[in-house]
């Protein structure tokens, strides 16, 4: 447990830091699976219209921290081949 008033806030801080990251990485998950519904449904107009919503979340991501670059561009590249796919 914290002692000092800075390791007090600190806590405090972490905790506040700790929900935004979580919600921004339920967005990702959900426009990633919004993505993967779409596909599993074969409805290829649908999957176009999720990835384009869902690619910039996941960049955005990257930005704040939570994912990593590489991981980001490859559930993106993952997630175009499919939709690509689907559309041929």
Do not use: C, Y
């Amino acid at each position: 447990m914290a002692n000092t008033s800075s390791a007090k806030k600190a806590a405090r801080k972490i905790a506040r830091r700790t929900a935004i990251n979580k919600m921004r990485r339920t967005r990702v998950r959900t426009a990633v699976r919004k993505v993967e519904d779409a596909l599993a449904k074969g409805d290829a107009v649908g999957a176009v219209a999720a990835l384009k919503l869902a690619e910039p979340e996941i960049m955005r991501s990257v930005g704040k921290g939570i994912l990593h670059r590489n991981t980001a561009a490859r559930k993106v590249s993952r997630l175009t081949k499919r939709v690509k796919k689907i559309g041929a």
